[in-house]
Protein backbone atom coordinates (compact mmCIF):
# COMPACT_ATOMS: atom_id res chain seq x y z
CA UNK A 1 0.00 0.00 0.00
CA UNK A 2 1.54 3.30 -1.15
CA UNK A 3 -0.77 6.17 0.32
CA UNK A 4 0.11 10.06 -0.23
CA UNK A 5 -1.35 13.04 1.53
CA UNK A 6 -1.50 16.55 0.44
CA UNK A 7 -3.89 19.51 1.44
CA UNK A 8 -3.50 22.69 3.22
CA UNK A 9 -1.33 23.83 6.10
CA UNK A 10 -3.13 22.76 9.66
CA UNK A 11 -5.12 19.88 7.78
CA UNK A 12 -4.11 17.15 10.03
CA UNK A 13 -1.81 15.38 7.05
CA UNK A 14 0.98 14.63 9.84
CA UNK A 15 -1.61 12.85 12.35
CA UNK A 16 -3.33 10.82 9.47
CA UNK A 17 -0.04 9.45 8.17
CA UNK A 18 0.98 8.48 12.07
CA UNK A 19 -2.43 6.50 11.80
CA UNK A 20 -2.18 4.87 8.54
CA UNK A 21 1.33 4.00 8.99
CA UNK A 22 0.09 2.46 12.32
CA UNK A 23 -2.85 0.47 11.18
CA UNK A 24 -1.46 -0.35 7.67
CA UNK A 25 2.21 -1.25 9.67
CA UNK A 26 4.15 0.56 6.84
CA UNK A 27 6.85 3.67 6.75
CA UNK A 28 6.08 7.30 6.96
CA UNK A 29 8.12 10.09 5.59
CA UNK A 30 6.53 13.46 6.80
CA UNK A 31 8.25 15.56 4.07
CA UNK A 32 8.61 18.28 6.85
CA UNK A 33 11.29 16.44 8.04
CA UNK A 34 13.25 17.18 5.00
CA UNK A 35 11.93 20.57 4.14
CA UNK A 36 13.49 21.88 6.93
CA UNK A 37 16.90 22.03 8.68
CA UNK A 38 17.02 23.37 12.58
CA UNK A 39 16.08 27.01 13.16
CA UNK A 40 13.52 26.77 10.26
CA UNK A 41 16.11 27.01 7.15
CA UNK A 42 15.13 25.45 4.12
CA UNK A 43 16.85 22.46 3.10
CA UNK A 44 18.72 22.02 -0.01
CA UNK A 45 16.18 21.34 -2.77
CA UNK A 46 18.72 19.17 -4.43
CA UNK A 47 19.47 16.74 -1.15
CA UNK A 48 15.50 16.43 -0.27
CA UNK A 49 15.04 15.28 -3.85
CA UNK A 50 17.43 12.81 -3.54
CA UNK A 51 16.61 11.76 0.34
CA UNK A 52 12.82 10.93 -1.49
CA UNK A 53 14.32 8.86 -4.43
CA UNK A 54 16.03 7.16 -1.59
CA UNK A 55 12.64 6.82 0.53
CA UNK A 56 10.79 5.75 -2.46
CA UNK A 57 12.85 3.57 -3.96
CA UNK A 58 14.06 2.16 -0.26
CA UNK A 59 10.12 0.70 0.76
CA UNK A 60 7.87 -1.12 -1.28
CA UNK A 61 5.42 0.13 1.05
CA UNK A 62 4.73 3.85 2.47
CA UNK A 63 2.49 6.41 3.85
CA UNK A 64 3.72 10.01 2.68
CA UNK A 65 2.37 13.73 3.73
CA UNK A 66 3.21 16.78 2.23
CA UNK A 67 2.85 18.95 -0.78
CA UNK A 68 6.06 20.14 -2.07
CA UNK A 69 4.83 20.13 -5.48
CA UNK A 70 8.86 20.38 -6.99
CA UNK A 71 10.01 17.10 -4.69
CA UNK A 72 9.21 14.07 -6.75
CA UNK A 73 5.56 15.23 -7.15
CA UNK A 74 4.78 13.58 -10.38
CA UNK A 75 6.45 10.40 -9.32
CA UNK A 76 4.79 9.94 -5.89
CA UNK A 77 1.28 10.55 -7.11
CA UNK A 78 1.84 7.97 -10.27
CA UNK A 79 3.00 5.19 -7.79
CA UNK A 80 0.51 5.64 -5.11
CA UNK A 81 -2.04 3.43 -4.59
CA UNK A 82 -4.10 6.18 -2.93
CA UNK A 83 -3.91 10.08 -2.87
CA UNK A 84 -5.84 11.76 0.02
CA UNK A 85 -6.43 15.42 0.05
CA UNK A 86 -7.38 17.25 2.72
CA UNK A 87 -9.19 20.05 1.84
CA UNK A 88 -10.49 21.56 5.10
CA UNK A 89 -11.68 25.12 5.11
CA UNK A 90 -8.96 27.61 5.51
CA UNK A 91 -10.67 29.12 9.32
CA UNK A 92 -10.69 25.02 9.95
CA UNK A 93 -6.84 24.48 9.39
CA UNK A 94 -6.50 27.92 11.15
CA UNK A 95 -7.59 26.44 14.53
CA UNK A 96 -5.97 23.38 14.10
CA UNK A 97 -2.63 24.77 13.44
CA UNK A 98 -3.28 26.83 16.73
CA UNK A 99 -4.40 23.55 18.56
CA UNK A 100 -1.23 21.96 17.94
CA UNK A 101 0.66 24.99 18.57
CA UNK A 102 -0.55 25.40 22.22
CA UNK A 103 -0.08 21.37 22.10
CA UNK A 104 3.63 21.59 21.42
CA UNK A 105 4.69 25.28 21.97
CA UNK A 106 7.98 25.28 22.70
CA UNK A 107 8.63 21.49 21.26
CA UNK A 108 9.66 19.82 18.37
CA UNK A 109 7.03 17.65 17.05
CA UNK A 110 7.62 14.14 15.72
CA UNK A 111 6.72 15.16 11.89
CA UNK A 112 8.83 18.61 12.22
CA UNK A 113 12.28 18.63 11.02
CA UNK A 114 14.85 18.62 14.66
CA UNK A 115 15.61 21.90 15.83
CA UNK A 116 12.53 23.11 14.44
CA UNK A 117 10.26 23.85 17.37
CA UNK A 118 6.25 24.26 17.25
CA UNK A 119 5.36 28.03 15.93
CA UNK A 120 2.20 30.54 15.54
CA UNK A 121 3.40 33.47 13.73
CA UNK A 122 1.84 36.11 11.56
CA UNK A 123 3.66 34.16 8.76
CA UNK A 124 1.79 31.09 9.01
CA UNK A 125 -1.20 32.42 9.34
CA UNK A 126 -1.33 34.10 6.26
CA UNK A 127 0.14 31.31 4.66
CA UNK A 128 -2.53 29.36 6.55
CA UNK A 129 -5.41 31.95 5.10
CA UNK A 130 -4.52 33.35 2.17
CA UNK A 131 -0.75 32.15 0.42
CA UNK A 132 -1.44 28.68 0.78
CA UNK A 133 -4.89 29.01 -1.04
CA UNK A 134 -3.81 31.04 -4.10
CA UNK A 135 -4.93 29.86 -7.56
CA UNK A 136 -1.66 28.11 -8.95
CA UNK A 137 -2.49 25.54 -5.67
CA UNK A 138 -6.36 25.10 -5.90
CA UNK A 139 -5.41 24.49 -9.63
CA UNK A 140 -2.65 21.86 -8.23
CA UNK A 141 -4.74 19.55 -6.17
CA UNK A 142 -7.80 19.95 -8.86
CA UNK A 143 -5.23 18.64 -11.11
CA UNK A 144 -4.02 15.71 -9.15
CA UNK A 145 -7.71 14.84 -8.66
CA UNK A 146 -8.47 14.65 -12.33
CA UNK A 147 -5.25 12.92 -13.23
CA UNK A 148 -5.90 10.13 -11.01
CA UNK A 149 -9.84 9.76 -10.66
CA UNK A 150 -9.78 6.31 -8.77
CA UNK A 151 -7.09 6.88 -6.42
CA UNK A 152 -8.13 10.64 -5.22
CA UNK A 153 -9.85 11.43 -1.88
CA UNK A 154 -10.89 14.51 -1.04
CA UNK A 155 -12.03 15.10 2.94
CA UNK A 156 -13.65 18.36 3.43
CA UNK A 157 -14.01 18.31 6.95
CA UNK A 158 -13.77 16.27 10.76
CA UNK A 159 -16.46 14.31 9.83
CA UNK A 160 -15.32 12.94 6.45
CA UNK A 161 -12.15 11.81 8.02
CA UNK A 162 -13.44 10.06 10.74
CA UNK A 163 -16.02 8.27 8.68
CA UNK A 164 -12.92 7.12 6.13
CA UNK A 165 -11.08 5.85 9.38
CA UNK A 166 -13.86 3.92 10.30
CA UNK A 167 -14.28 2.30 7.40
CA UNK A 168 -10.89 1.57 6.87
CA UNK A 169 -10.72 -0.32 10.35
Not at 46 to 59: A, N, P, T
Request: with cysteine; hydrophobic share 35%; aromatic share 16%.
Amino acid sequence: MKIVIIGYSGSGKSTLAENLARYYSIPKLHMDTLQFQPGWIDSDRDWMEKEMRQFLSDHRDWVIDGNYSWCCYEERMEQADQIIFLNFSRWNCLFRAWKRYRRYKGRVRESMAAGCPERFDWEFIRWILWDGRQARQVTRYQTIGQNYPDKFLSLKNQKELDEFLKNIQ
